[in-house]
């Protein structure tokens, strides 16, 4: 599964701290079942509002923001229908963590 990803971080536009919205782009690679994939975001909890809008398929081009910490690690974890597999295909760190 190959998952190219764009990530861009808007920090505290919240208001309420540390947090942001990463906004997370699908630049190219396979065509991936949403339905399939977890934002996972470390340390915390997983990132607040995983749907993503990507609707049910993310081809290239597809983008969705998440409300997550500054300093988090932020995964987008791919897990196969049947459980038999799972990989990370895409990794965020904010760039002065």
């Known amino acids: 599964m190959i ?3 764009y990530y861009s971080f808007d920090a ?11 906004t997370i782009t699908h630049d190219g690679g396979e065509q991936i079942e949403a339905s399939n994939l977890e934002i996972v975001a470390q340390p915390g909890s997983n990132a607040l509002g ?3 809008s990507w609707g049910t398929e993310l ?6 923001a998440v409300l997550v910490d500054a ?9 196969a229908d049947d459980g038999s597999s799972s990989a990370t295909l895409g990794r965020w760190e904010e760039p002065d963590a």
């Open 3 to 5: 998952f190219n990803g």
């Open 12 to 22: 505290d536009i919240t208001g309420s701290g540390p947090d942001g919205v990463l």
């Open 50 to 52: 995983t749907d993503l």
């Open 59 to 64: 081809t290239a081009g597809s983008s969705g």
């Open 71 to 79: 300093d988090a690690t932020v995964r987008i974890v791919y897990a």
